[in-house]
């Protein structure tokens, strides 16, 4: 399995724009398609953004469309969601997922390799 590590979480305002970084290592990155998932205290985790191995036609939830943007660099075996437009409900650890498959799968049960999480916080 692949490790991933998250970084670039912190306290923001809304409004406010804030990009996490997801790196991995210890296997052939091209061969996942990954994820970005949340999680708000007392609820279920939930699906933000995936991308292809390519990194063509990422897929979004319809919470983030229109303010997330996700995308990878291959050459550093990285993937990033840069958040504009940050509000109150998007306050939540960020965590990154793998899957070494072609398609980009919107259930946790989907992906086998995780990341520690990344919090962000939005106040109002």
């Known amino acids: 399995q692949v490790q991933l590590v998250e970084s670039g979480g912190g306290l923001v305002q809304a409004g406010d724009s804030l990009r996490l970084s997801c790196a991995a290592s210890?296997?052939?990155?091209?061969?996942?398609?990954m994820a970005w998932f949340r999680q708000a205290p007392g609820k279920e985790r939930e699906f933000v953004a995936g991308?292809?191995?390519?990194?063509?036609?990422?897929l979004y939830a319809d919470p983030v469309k229109g303010r997330f943007t996700t995308s990878r660099d291959n050459a550093k075996n990285t993937i990033y969601l840069q958040m504009d437009s940050l509000k109150s409900e998007d306050t939540a650890v960020y965590y990154c997922?793998?899957?070494?498959?072609?398609?980009?799968?919107?259930?946790?049960?989907?992906?086998?390799?995780w990341g520690q999480g990344t919090q962000v916080t939005v106040s109002s």
């Open positions: 210890g296997g052939t990155f091209t061969y996942y398609t």
């Open positions: 991308i292809s191995r390519s990194g063509g036609s990422p």
């Open positions: 997922a793998a899957r070494p498959s072609f398609v980009i799968g919107v259930a946790k049960r989907n992906y086998d390799s």
